[in-house]
């Protein structure tokens, strides 16, 4: 069926490294896409979001690409630091029969280390 | 900064028993939802709040469930006859206007159903 899926579930990088997370959707008719990070015993917190019209976006460290064209997204975090160690989900709203959801990935760990 | 409340932290029901999870959202959104997780997995849409109904449901979201706003700041996630797989974390979550929009989730409620 129809999914967003993760490549990898764990990333481990170097302190002052760049991480890169992928994310692979299969639902074409998706146009919005969110990254979330959730560390040990909290809820998702928004990183950064994209719609369907750009193919770039630039927040504070991170950025967010999306191909269309192999239906893949991915996170880029500059300079990573220890406070980045969380799983990061990918989601994306797309149709579930008539209604609009938020469908998460499964997730990727990504640990920091020094 | 605004932030979604949830209460309690952890619940620790008998199996059969109902439950009722609380939430404030952030006062100024108009959107609400319940997420659950179950241990180890992604996170799963439940429902959709609205104006003061159900604006969209998953299929988790059977007949055991109910959600209500019984005043103007709490939204509620009543669980009838909790069964064992019924344990997970649950998220509250609040956006300004659709789910177009950036969502703020709390930090969850640990259910043990036993």
């Known amino acids: 069926g129809e999914s967003v899926g993760l490549h990898l579930p764990t990333l481990s990088v170097q302190e002052g490294d760049n991480s890169i997370i992928n994310c692979a959707y299969s639902?074409?008719?998706?146009?919005?896409f969110i990254w979330y990070k959730q560390e040990s015993g909290k809820g998702p917190q928004f990183i950064i979001d994209?719609?369907?019209?750009?193919d770039k976006r630039q927040g504070q460290r991170v950025t967010v690409l999306l191909n269309k064209t192999v239906k893949h997204l991915s996170l880029q975090i500059a300079a990573t630091q220890p406070g980045d160690s969380a799983v990061y989900f990918c989601?994306?709203?797309?149709?579930?029969?008539?209604?609009?959801?938020?469908?998460f990935g499964s997730g990727t760990q990504l640990t920091v280390l020094p | 900064e605004p932030e979604v409340t949830q209460t309690p932290s952890h619940q620790v029901t008998q199996m059969g028993q109902e439950v009722i999870l609380r939430c404030v959202p952030i006062?100024?959104?108009?959107?609400f939802y319940w997420y659950r997780q179950i241990l180890g997995q992604k996170v799963e849409f439940l429902v959709s709040?609205?104006?003061?109904?159900?604006?969209?449901k998953s299929e988790i979201f059977d007949d055991q469930f109910s959600v209500e706003r019984p005043d103007g700041s709490n939204f509620t996630l009543k669980i009838r006859s909790t069964k064992l797989e019924d344990s997970a974390m649950y998220f509250c979550?609040?956006?300004?206007?659709?789910?177009?929009?950036?969502?703020?989730f709390g930090q969850g409620t640990r259910l043990t159903v036993v």
């Open positions: 979550a609040s956006t300004i206007q659709g789910i177009n929009t950036e969502a703020f």
């Open positions: 639902n074409s008719a998706s146009d919005y």
């Open positions: 994209i719609r369907s019209n750009m």
């Open positions: 989601a994306e709203i797309r149709y579930s029969g008539s209604a609009r959801q938020l469908t």
């Open positions: 006062s100024n959104h108009l959107y």
């Open positions: 709040f609205y104006n003061n109904e159900i604006s969209e």
